[in-house]
């Protein structure tokens, strides 16, 4: 029972979720962000290091201290979702077997 792969035409049937598929690109683009962050904190706390050293060595740590909190929350955040969305597909194959059918496919009724 191997899955089919992501097509355009999902987009516009609900015959199968897409939300799984744009929820990995979402993650990525959010730890991106997340990475950009750190980057502009560590360059701020360098900057202030010129002229208050403790105040830098302060940002710098409260700009690790923060990209890593803001890394294990995102994780969690894009994990809950797609327990949600699990949970929805095995629903939908707990209905099929009730049924006594097998679908790959997930259909909302």
Do not use: R
């Given at each position: 029972m191997a899955k089919q792969s992501f097509s355009p035409g999902d987009l516009?049937?609900?015959?199968r979720m897409v939300a799984p598929t744009v929820?990995?690109?979402v993650y990525w683009i959010g730890l991106?962000?997340?990475v950009i962050y750190m980057l502009v904190a560590f360059a701020g706390a360098l900057s202030i290091m010129d002229y208050a050293p403790g105040?830098?060595?302060g940002m710098l740590l409260v700009a690790i201290l923060g990209a890593a909190f803001a890394f294990l929350f995102w994780r969690i955040m894009v994990e809950v979702y797609m327990?949600?969305?699990?949970?929805f597909e095995r629903l939908g194959e707990v209905r099929d077997h009730l049924r006594g059918t097998s679908s790959d496919d997930t259909t909302i009724e």
């Open positions: 516009f049937q609900f015959e929820l990995k690109i991106a962000g997340i105040q830098g060595i327990v949600l969305f699990g949970i």
